[in-house]
């Protein structure tokens, strides 16, 4: 049973640029959250997809904007890139939207470099 | 919205207690506490999530007050693989957003 995946694990990007980071949940998973990661910091929620649309957005810029398609799987995408936008980027699945719980399988993350 | 707040690191030894507080002063009703595990360059992982009272499993114990201001992870017998940086996790009831703590920074010693 795959669990959460990532890519790409590391990528290097230059100011203004843009990126897409992918995600696929752990089977049977229908909800999937973004998270980014500060060196240091503890996880910081960015949003997250249910049913194809944005259910809950957490405080970043609409240059942070997100998919997701009807396998379940995600992508998270970022305009203009900025320097402070040099991260860990986590995704993490769970069952069920309406659960309410806390209960996330977190993927291994893609590292993010901006230039 | 609620705000989480942990001790910054901690050290113990191996075979003892490790119990780490997280304060949620103003958590919802409704709320879970959830506590991960996260080791350098991986995502966190799971370890127990908790509403009230106390909660076991096999690897850890959750303690929250009836207040539910805070929350007390306990590590029993701590052995040096369990060196790593542990967060709480509060889930708002009702706008399901996520709000991780600050983490701590457990070092187990030989």
Redesign the interface.
């Known amino acids: 049973d795959a669990g959460v995946t990532q890519s790409p694990t590391h990528l290097i990007k230059t100011r203004g640029q843009q990126v897409t980071l992918r995600c696929s949940p752990k089977s049977g998973h229908d909800t999937v959250s973004w998270y980014q990661q500060a060196l240091g910091q503890g996880p910081q929620f960015i949003f997250q997809y249910y049913e194809e649309e944005e259910r809950q957005r957490g405080n970043f810029p609409d240059r942070f904007s997100g998919h997701q398609f009807p396998n379940y799987s995600s992508e998270l995408n970022v305009n203009a890139l900025l320097l402070g936008d040099s991260a860990l980027y986590l995704c993490a699945s769970s069952l069920g939207i309406g659960l309410g719980t806390g209960e996330l399988f977190f993927g291994e993350g893609s590292r993010l470099t901006v230039l | 919205l609620a705000k989480t707040t942990q001790p910054i690191s901690m050290d113990s030894y191996e075979g003892q207690e490790v119990n780490i507080t997280c304060s949620h002063n103003n958590i919802a009703t ?1 709320d ?3 506590w ?1 595990q996260q080791f350098p ?6 370890i127990i ?1 908790g509403y009230k009272t106390k909660v076991t499993n096999e690897v850890a114990s959750l303690f929250i007050p009836a207040d539910r201001k805070s929350s007390t992870l306990s590590l029993p017998r701590v052995s040096l693989s369990d060196t790593a940086v542990y ?1 709480c ?3 708002l ?11 701590t920074r457990l070092k187990v010693l030989a």
């Open positions: 409704n879970y506490i959830t991960y360059s991986q995502g966190p992982r799971f999530q967060y996790l509060v889930v009831s009702g706008t399901y957003k996520y709000i991780f703590g600050t983490g």
